[in-house]
């Protein structure tokens, strides 16, 4: 598990006169879950978008197994790509295609799926997502907010990735969606050994999938550590985060094992 | 045989083995389509690497129940495959939804002939709906200079009317000069190449000026209206502005109609001169009239020409103006909408102005105008 699959090194962005890292530095392990955490606006979907090659870094470098992403040839970054799974935060759905089209799309393009056995797996993958059947014949302007969450989720799971990043992937999700959420994401990781960049704000979800925890603030990664050791970090913002009120009632949820932490057991 | 190649090991108890993933679909299709679903038991323990897609497979081959059957009496399946297989299970064994089936061809050619000939008589009915809405809009804001909203009038005056003053100049500039070559060809049969000039004059005062300035404008300025529109209706920005009490039509589409009412007259205006400028460089250069000759006959034009083509301005300045609004109030959601909105709204605009033209045309010629 000590394997980095993901190395970020001394990142740095701005937007004109907008510095968001400075000097950033974060490491992804294989098979782990890593929860990233921060304020609004401290950069999270910007760092995401960095590691999987969307937004060129002003400084330093990321790595993804190994290689540099906006270094390597068309040829090879598109078959690094397919090694990814991303949810957008704003879902990104395919506005023209329905929702079975959009988890079939990579399907057919890179596994090279027929037309049928694509839509036949798609709509598993919408299952598993916990979308309703008859969902996949809709458009993506006809969903819920909640509805456009699962829908990406079953989107970025449709390769099988090795790697899936996760932009608060439980935002607008009713409670027990979220709850089935969070196993969804340990049963997969403990079949399959995906590693999970996950940007949340739901405390419930920190506690009980995360291996790690990263806080983003002050434009770098202040800690990265366990749940249980970010929470005892010396800074105002994390002790305000894992001791308000919020954060003390989803870690008694926890604690008291209304909900069993695999991660735990792994370890 | 390759190690990881997917296979069926039968015996008293049947094994798989291999790797059962995505990128090895197609070689584990063909193999269960070959294999009968087995009777006996099953070991599943073999299998190198599974992944969802392999599992799905594996879940039609076997059937739901028989597999819960197997997950629940294997007590050697590894627990997080069998965590996967009984996730996936779960998923599948919903009832999937029905697929329509399309009906024949012929059925559907008149359910298409149907739909299209209700959703054109609704189109006319939503526009002279939108049309009214405008106008009633219209009359309640400009009796109140409070609610004028001269920042957004200025920005459009300046999109659509000066950032388009180049290529009107340009366009009609060659068109000009095209018209005199045309006349001094036809013409010059006759000895009557000094008619030229009243050719260019008298076309580009009552028709081509307001035309060719009108065409460009739809083609630049309704498009755009309807993509910016448009893509503010899919993201619900319209409806957030109803919720917030401020009425759409007054924010974006009073503006930019008052704004196209204004400039294309003055980008008529600025299309004709140089129409005329156009003719004139034919004509000095090539028919050796000369530039005092062609201002005088130029001078001799009565003025109802021009006010005849001017007149027409402001009407295809209003039509433009709302068709473009209009299919931007028309889209819905996806970026496929937006698009097929922005190709309607050009092909209806400049359709109109044609159309009004012609009908203009016939008009004032009736009047002896
Ligand atoms: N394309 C861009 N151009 C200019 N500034 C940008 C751009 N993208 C992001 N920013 C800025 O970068 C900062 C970080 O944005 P980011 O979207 O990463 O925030 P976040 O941490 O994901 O916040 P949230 O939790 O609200 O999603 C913000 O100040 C934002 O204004
Ligand atoms: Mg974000």
């Known amino acids: ?267 | 045989m390759d190690q990881a190649e997917p296979g069926i090991e039968q015996g008293a108890t049947t094994r798989l083995l291999g790797e059962w993933t995505l990128s090895r679909h197609a070689q584990i299709k063909r193999l269960l389509a070959q294999s009968p679903a087995p009777e006996g038991d099953l070991c599943l323990k073999q299998i190198s690497a599974l992944d969802t897609a392999g599992a799905t497979l594996l879940i039609r081959w076997l059937g739901v129940e028989r597999l819960q059957q197997i997950i629940s009496s294997d007590a050697e399946l590894q627990p997080e495959r069998k965590a996967l297989l009984e996730t996936l299970t779960r998923a599948m064994g919903r009832e999937p939804a029905a697929r329509q089936k399309s009906p024949n061809a012929l059925i559907q050619a008149l359910e298409l002939l149907g739909q299209q000939t209700e959703t054109l008589a609704r189109h006319f009915w939503q526009l002279s709906g939108f049309v009214g809405y405008v106008l009633q809009t219209l009359a309640t804001v400009l009796p109140r200079p409070s609610r004028w909203r001269m920042t957004a009038l200025v920005n459009q005056i300046h999109q659509t009317g000066l950032n388009a003053v180049p290529i009107v100049a340009l366009l009609t500039f060659l068109v000009g000069a095209v018209v005199a070559f045309l006349g001094a060809t036809v013409l010059g049969e006759f000895g009557a190449e000094i008619y030229t000039v009243n050719l260019v004059a008298y076309s580009f005062l009552r028709e081509f000026g307001v035309i060719l300035a009108s065409i460009l404008l739809a083609g630049r300025t309704a498009s755009a209206f309807t993509a910016q529109i448009g893509s503010m209706n899919a993201n619900e920005e319209l409806d957030a502005l109803r919720t917030l009490g401020l009425s759409p039509i007054e924010l974006l589409v009073v503006p930019r109609v008052l704004a196209l009412l204004i400039t294309l007259p003055l980008l008529t205006f600025v299309a004709v001169v140089s129409g005329l400028v156009g003719g004139a460089l034919v004509s000095v250069v090539s028919l050796d009239i000369a530039l005092s000759q062609y201002l005088s006959i130029l001078a001799d034009v009565p003025l109802k020409h021009y006010l005849v083509g001017m007149v027409k301005a402001p009407v295809f300045a209003f039509v433009i103006a709302v068709i473009g609004c209009m299919e931007g109030f028309r889209v819905s959601g996806s970026a496929e909408s937006v698009g097929q909105h922005t190709t309607s709204s050009v092909v209806q605009s400049i359709f109109m102005v044609i159309l009004l033209d012609a009908v203009a045309a016939l008009f004032f010629m009736e009047m002896g105008w």
């Open chain 1, 1 to 267: 598990m000590d394997e980095a699959i993901i190395e970020v090194r001394g990142l740095s962005n701005r937007f004109g006169d907008n510095s968001v890292h400075e000097d950033l530095d974060l490491d992804l392990y294989r098979g782990e879950i890593l929860g990233v955490v921060g304020g609004s606006g401290t950069g999270k979907s910007v760092l995401l978008r960095s590691i999987v090659g969307l937004n060129r870094p002003s400084g330093g470098e990321v790595r993804l197994f190994g290689q540099n992403l906006l270094a390597l040839p068309v040829e090879e970054r598109s078959r690094l790509e397919q090694r990814l799974g991303v949810l957008f935060q704003g879902g990104a759905l395919f506005s023209s295609l329905t929702v079975r089209e959009n988890v079939a799309l990579p399907l057919i393009e890179h596994a090279g799926l027929s037309r049928d056995d694509a839509e036949e797996l798609a709509e598993v993958k919408l299952a598993l997502s916990g979308l309703a059947p008859h969902a996949g014949d809709l458009y993506p302007a006809s969903l819920s907010g909640g509805m456009i969450k699962r829908a990406s989720l079953a989107r970025s799971l449709a390769m099988d990735p090795d790697v899936l990043f996760l932009d608060e992937p439980t935002a607008g999700l009713d409670p027990i969606g979220a709850s089935d959420f969070d196993q969804l994401l340990l049963t997969l990781r403990n079949a399959l050994g995906l590693t999970v960049f996950m940007v949340t704000h739901d405390l419930d979800s920190l506690w009980t999938v995360c291996d790690r925890i990263a806080v983003l603030s002050q434009k770098r990664v202040l800690v990265a550590d366990a749940p249980e050791r970010v929470a005892e970090y010396p800074d105002d913002w994390i002790q305000s985060y894992f001791k308000g009120p919020r954060g003390r009632a989803a870690h008694r949820a926890v604690k008291s094992g209304s909900v069993n932490n695999s991660a735990v057991q792994r370890s």
